[in-house]
Each structure stands twice: as C-alpha cells, then as structure tokens.
C-alpha cells in the first residue's frame, strides 16, 4: 500500500488544486518577456527549471546545462527513468517549507495567469486504441449486431489504429469544423459539407520516454520504465464523416482535422498511489499480453460543454480505472511485431466509457447515435457539438487527502472554413 510523504511547501496551494506537492506535473511555458522553458505546476504557480538549474538548485550530473532552457520535453523524457525520479525528489525538496529555494522565489516562481502554455513535448507518432470494453460495446450495439457487439479479435488484442501528429493541438486552441464526405441516410450517393455530427471523444493518452530499435520488443514487464507520464486527450470526431470512410480500412479524415491535449505532463510516479485492478480479462490473454500487479489507475474523468452564450454543463462523469486493455499491454502489443518507439510517441487511449449513460465519453452515445437529447443548463439541449460551443475535459486523482490532477483539454469549435 502506497503511502504520501508529509509535506507542506512554502508555496500557496489553494485548497482542490490539480497541482499539488504531491503531484508537479511537466510543461512548456513562456512569458512576455522571455523564451519558451520548462516548468512544473505548483498550485496556481510555475516552478521555472531552468532559472531553478541556473541557481544552482538542480544539481543531477546527467542534466546537461540548458536541459530545461527549451522548447519541448523530450530531452529531458529520453533520460533514464532513474533520473526521472531523483529530478522529481529534489523539485519537491526545493518546494518544501524550509529549503533556501524560498529566498528566490521572485526568479523561479511565475504566475500560471501571466504566462503561455506550449506542447509540451514534440510528438513523434500518434497510435489511438480502441480500450474501453463499455465503449466497444455501445458502438456495436449502435452499428452492428447488439447480441455480438464485440468484434471476435476485441478481447484478444488491443485494437488500435495510427492517427495524424501534425494535428495536435495544445488546451484552448479552437478548432474549424471539418468538411468531408457523407452519406445522408436513404441515400446512394455522397454529399460534400461541412460535418453535421460533431463529436468529442473523453480520452486519455500515455507519453513514450525510451527509443526503440526496428525488431526490438517491449515486454509488459518492461513497459512501465518506458512510460514517461500522460495528458487528457479529445480526439475530436466527425461522425459523418467517419461514417462514411472507415470501411474497409478504419478512420481517416473523420479522425485526422485535430485531436486536443492538456498542457501539463502527469508522472506516472506521481500517480503510482492511485494503481487499481482492473477488470478481468476473459477469455484469458495470450502470453506476452499477461501482467503482473496494477496497471489501471483511479483518475475522475469530467466532460462539460459551454455554449457560446451560456453556463457550462457537465455532461459526462466517467474514470480511467474502467479500461479493459491497460497501458502495458498496449505498449507491449504495440511493439510486439517490432515497430520501434521514439520518445515523444503519443498512445490515446480511446473513448473512456463507464457502465451508467451519464459515464458514457463521446455524445454519439449520450445521444445513442442522435436517437435522444443530452440536457444542458437553460433548457439547451444537444445531440452532437454545435458551433461555437466549448468542450473541456477535466481530470483528478484523489486519495487520503492528496489530490494529482491534469489540469484541462478545451476547445471551441468554429464554423467550417470557406
């Protein structure tokens, strides 16, 4: 049983905060006057590694000087998980009530409100699976046979595909409504426009810290070392679209117009405390997907949607600990066959759904396929994401008081563009 360290920092930590002592997620930031660097949160403020590395505060012989002086992560995430860890210890020792850190805080403290969130780290390649049993099942009941919802390869591997990198994007981006190709129901022949049924899809995604040579393996056991941290994840979805175009081959430009991601980098140190079983898996797994311990974790997941005039509705209330297929696996069958992995590689973990409808991640099944209204505030209601309307994703972990949140994924969606 894992327990938290008693720690109290000289820094003011609003009661709630996603930025806790205990948690000192990773990200990219700048200011107005001054070059983007790496940061960690701590309640409403920002931790600045490099002026910390400048003074003298980080002394780790394998952080190179200027290591944090930049405008992505993945320096830092190629470093041994080792390092990984003893960087974390000594940020929370200089965040401690007491350390001399506290006589600087005027160059290594910024305001979150004052400052810019980046990417935090270049993504390599992007792979979305598809882990949700609940999820699964909806979609098959929806669109195939509801008494063999599963396809019969679903409980014996994770089922994924590879997405498109060059269009993710950072929390607070908007996004264009995409055009395509649909197929209007009774209809033989394709129409051109704007997507009629838009979607957000509640996920969360894993950051890949190691590189990989072509032919080499990760196994289970070694999956964990390779995993840096993770970020709330919306790939977006153009349901008509999608509709459309993924027989035979699985999604394409329904998919690929923007998928979001929350700014800060969740370790997974800091949410080792929050390890759960998962559910079981039947029939039983083949070899090299087999495990050993917890791989689930307990993360509070939320959805709301703000219309542009409106008060903000939460719609969804779902949690991590409910995926069937967990991060080892995926990683372990992702490289099964070879594939190398780099780090900055992004694995989305697909829609995140519970058993209850009001757990349910995307709004083609809070609508059942546009078949019902979703309530919002003020008697508003929605089937699919309207323009202008506002989606974000919130996501915490709580346990014994101690509180390890990501922070927010939002995005406005805007009309489609000429």
């Not at 949410?271 to 509070?300: R, T």
């Not at 994401?385 to 014994?400: C, H, L, P, Q, S």
């Amino acid at each position: 049983m894992t327990t938290f360290k008693s720690l109290k920092s000289w820094v003011s930590i609003p009661t709630n905060s996603d930025f806790s002592i205990h948690n000192l997620p990773y990200g990219v930031f700048s200011t107005s006057n001054g070059s983007k660097r790496v940061g960690v949160a701590i309640g409403t403020e920002i931790l600045d590694l490099n002026e910390c590395q400048k003074l003298g505060l980080l002394n780790i012989s394998e952080l190179k000087k200027g290591i944090f002086d930049n405008d992505k992560l993945n320096n830092f995430m190629a470093l041994a998980p080792t390092v990984w860890s003893r960087t974390r210890s000594i940020i929370q020792e200089i965040l401690t009530a007491g350390h001399e850190a506290e006589n600087h805080r005027d160059k290594i403290l910024v305001p979150q409100s004052s400052a810019q969130m980046h990417m935090p780290f270049e993504v390599g390649d992007y792979t979305d699976f598809y882990s949700s049993i609940e999820h699964a099942t909806n979609v098959g009941k929806m669109f195939r046979d509801p008494e063999n919802a599963l396809l019969p390869n679903w409980k014996h591997l994770p089922v994924g595909y590879h997405g498109r990198s060059s269009s993710i994007i950072i929390d607070g981006t908007p996004i264009h409504r995409p055009k395509g190709q649909q197929l209007p129901k009774g209809e033989s022949q394709p129409i051109f426009g704007p997507c009629r049924l838009m979607d957000f899809e509640l996920e969360m995604a894993f950051v890949v810290g190691k590189n990989t040579e072509i032919g080499e393996s990760i196994s289970t056991k070694q999956a964990e070392d390779a995993i840096f941290g993770m970020v709330l994840f919306n790939d977006w979805s153009a349901r008509d679209i999608q509709k459309w175009e993924y027989v035979p081959l699985g999604p394409f430009l329904g998919k690929s117009f923007a998928s979001t991601l929350s700014p800060w980098v969740v370790t997974m140190e800091a949410l080792k405390p929050f390890k759960v079983k998962g559910p079981k898996q039947e029939p039983s797994v083949l070899e090299y997907l087999k495990y050993e311990g917890d791989h689930n974790y307990d993360i509070n997941l939320l959805v709301g949607i703000q219309p542009k005039d409106g008060e903000e509705s939460i719609i969804c209330q779902s949690n991590y600990k409910y995926m069937y297929w967990n991060m080892v696996q995926q990683l372990a069958h992702h490289t099964i066959n070879g594939c190398n992995v780099r780090t900055g590689d992004l694995m989305a973990s697909g829609t995140i759904s519970g058993k209850t409808e009001d757990s349910f991640g995307s709004m083609l099944e809070l609508s059942w396929a546009g078949s019902k209204e979703v309530q919002l505030k003020n008697n508003e209601t929605r089937k699919f994401i309207k323009d202008y309307d506002t989606v974000t994703i919130r996501g915490f972990a709580e346990k014994d008081g101690v509180r390890v949140g990501f922070g927010q994924a939002s995005g406005q969606v805007l009309p489609a563009k000429d």
